[in-house]
């Protein structure tokens, strides 16, 4: 079989028809590199630089791992900014789509608390948000986040970047330690470098120069 079909994964058979509907016929780089260890549940970084298709490499692995029937929140999406989050929930929701109720959250700042905490009040399987505003939630009591199994770091260097670094950091220190950690990002400074050591566990590294 083609090493880049998404049909030489072991995924769900509802995600391989959503693939097919959005007309993802074949991997990306960086799909094709990244999803193998992220399915094998390791803790991977992987870089590509924008367009390369990292959402869906990171998507992916996250729906491949939900237990939609545990209505928690089990996977946590951290973005730089309001218009990323709201692409990588959309994102997500399409590959989802149809794979029985899965609930993705978004969590920004710039909105109004009351409705995300009537929101978190019915649940949600994933959480995608802003570092700001997911603290904020974590401070008030109105967001638990010890059931989640996978972490995912978006756009890691413009959140460094953004000076989140600390945030990141009380946020990571709320999540169980038994988790997989995925940190995506479009370059790779030291400062990325330095972060993944504190909250990746031995993660395997995939670098994608362009993007076909
Ligand atoms: P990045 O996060 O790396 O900048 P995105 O995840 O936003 O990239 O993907 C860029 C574009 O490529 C999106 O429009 C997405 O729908 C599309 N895309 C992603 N994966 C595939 C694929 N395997 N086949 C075709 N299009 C894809
Ligand atoms: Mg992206």
Known sequence: MNPTAFASLNLHDALLNNLA???????????????????????????????SGKTAAFGLGLLQKLDVKRFRIQGLVLCPTRELADQVAREIRRLGRGIHNIKVLTLCGGTPFGPQVGSLEHGAHIIVGTPGRIEDHLGRGTLKLDKVS???????????????????????????????????????????QAIARLILSQPVTVQVESSH
């Open 21 to 51: 509907s959005l007309g993802y016929d074949r991997m990306t780089p960086i799909q094709s590199q990244s999803l193998p260890p992220i399915l094998a549940g390791r803790d991977v970084i992987a870089q590509g630089k924008t367009g």
């Open 150 to 192: 996978t972490l995912i770091l978006d756009e890691a260097d413009r959140m460094l970047d953004m000076g989140f670094q600390e945030v990141l950091e009380r946020i990571v220190d709320q999540l169980p330690q038994r988790r997989q950690t995925l940190l995506f990002s479009a370059t790779f400074p030291d400062q990325i």
